[in-house]
């Protein structure tokens, strides 16, 4: 497996999605103006897209456990297209936030499925690109939607047809995965669980309760720096008296410099470690937040908002990554919902600080608030990521075998000695014990590896395959 063999079937078909959906984000608010709310009413609408998404996170767990990635995106995808529909048609701001809040569940339940498709089909030597580059296409999206919005908007045409563009984005989406099959059956192991009775999210939340209030406290707070770095440059560059142009510039090459970087932090999280991409990444992202409200300039504003762009880039993929170390294989999915909420609560959370201490008339100490909040991320990701994840620090080749409760250390087989290629288990924190393969070559090929005895490894487990 390589990852140009994943274009058709698992990126392409985010691209196309997220490009419709990007497209949305600068007209949600107009739409809400053009039906007549006031300017809060206009924001909160905006506001919905990412409550929605909270809201779908724990559900699309669920219905990727119960019908499979592949199908939960399809469905998903038809609830897209009723969504946006209703959208277009809206005759007053509430039909308009209702349809702007299920879009966003739907949003969910797409990024979920394709991370769980991903955990499970390709290989721990690399997890960290494919999960990397599954965000890069996201923020492709979230960058090249917006100038397709603008293209179908030119000549004065109504702001509700950008909805009709993001329907045209979302058929096309369910056009490729009808047309294109996925490069391994990662839904088979949901096929033969369907058989059995689904784990009910609420038993994993308090299985895995631990988790979720370490690891998944340092995922909030990443959530939340992440989140907050498109609400402060606008909102500085206006307290500077910037332009609204000279704003959308200095945010667009921002946003390139993000989009430019993805790929290059999952080969280091894949050969060095998970942390060597974490932690810099906080580092540098709470650090140039924390140094917004020093700029005075229109060129200081412009190199720290590179550097924020920079520190957010790198950082791409990362919190699926963890996800994707630590979820227990039998009950993925749910874990994997879960873990997406800490996230998007981080999400929300984040610039309602900023907006807080804006309204109490320091928006500089606001900012500063999320600056330190992006350096306790980094100490929080230090803290807690080596107990977890077997990949914190010396990457899938070599997987840690100290992970709190998991039992890196598979039993010998014939010929084999613990310590021998294969014998080290890429281990969740759950204690599923499989095989990284060649974990130890410093080829860079992106071949399946297959260990002593035929076994490929699979994520959180192994699958048994041709002995070669």
Not at 142 to 159: M, Q, T
Not at 181 to 192: E, L, N, Q, S, T
Not at 398 to 404: A, D, E, K, L, Y
Not at 410 to 437: E, F, H, L, N
Request: with cysteine; glycine share 14%.
């Amino acid at each position: 497996m390589s990852l140009r063999s994943l274009i058709p079937a698992v990126f392409l078909p985010v691209l196309i999605f997220e490009t419709g959906m990007g497209a949305l984000a600068p007209v949600l608010a107009l739409s809400g103006r053009a039906l007549g709310a006031g300017v809060g009413t206009a924001g909160l609408v905006l506001a919905l897209l990412g409550v929605g998404q909270i809201l779908g996170d724990v559900p699309a767990g669920a219905l990727a456990a119960r019908l499979g990635d592949r199908k939960a995106m399809l469905v998903a995808s038809g609830v897209t297209a009723v969504t946006l529909s209703g959208c277009a048609l809206a005759r007053n701001v509430w039909e308009l936030a209702l349809a702007v809040t299920v879009t966003g569940a739907s949003n969910a339940v797409i990024m979920l499925a394709r991370q769980s498709y991903l955990t499970e089909a390709v290989p721990p030597q690399l997890r960290a690109r494919a999960l990397s580059t599954l965000g890069g296409m996201s923020r492709v999206g979230a960058f090249v939607g917006p100038f397709l919005g603008a293209a179908v908007l030119s000549g004065g045409r109504p702001v509700h047809d950008v909805y009709w563009l993001a329907l045209v984005c979302t058929a096309a989406t369910v056009v490729v995965l009808l047309a294109v099959p996925d490069v391994a059956d990662a839904d088979g192991a949901a096929a033969r669980a369907r058989g059995k009775k689904p784990v009910p999210v609420r038993a994993v939340l308090r299985e895995h309760r631990k988790v979720f209030g370490t690891l998944g406290l340092a995922v909030l707070l990443v959530g939340s720096v992440r989140a907050t770095r498109q609400t402060v440059l606008p909102l500085w560059a206006e307290h500077l008296g910037q332009s609204a142009s000279s704003t959308s510039l200095i945010f667009g090459i921002a946003g390139l410099i993000d989009t430019l970087t993805f790929y290059p932090s999952g080969r280091v999280m894949d050969r060095a470690g998970r942390l060597w991409i974490a932690v810099p990444s906080m580092l540098v992202l709470g650090a140039s937040q924390a140094a917004l409200p020093l700029t005075h300039t229109l060129t200081e504003l412009t190199v720290v908002a590179m550097l924020i762009g920079f520190g957010n880039g790198i950082g791409s993929g990362i919190l699926m990554t963890l996800g994707a170390d630590v979820a227990p294989p039998e009950t993925r999915s749910q874990f994997l919902g879960v873990w997406r909420l800490c996230a998007d609560s981080g999400s929300a959370g984040g610039p309602l600080v900023v907006s807080a201490a804006a309204s109490l008339g320091s928006l500089a100490a606001g900012i500063s608030v999320m600056g330190a909040v992006g350096i306790a991320a980094a100490g929080a990701l230090m803290r807690w990521v080596p107990r977890y994840s077997p990949f914190a620090t010396t990457g899938a080749r070599r997987p840690s075998t100290r992970v709190t409760g998991a039992t890196a250390v598979a039993a010998p087989r014939s010929g084999a000695t613990v310590g021998d290629t294969g014998a080290i288990g890429d281990t969740g924190a759950t204690g599923a014990t499989g095989d990284p393969g060649d974990s130890d070559s410093d080829s860079d090929s992106d071949s399946d590896s297959t260990a002593p005895g035929g076994e490929t490894s699979r994520g959180g487990g192994t699958s048994r395959g041709t002995p070669r």
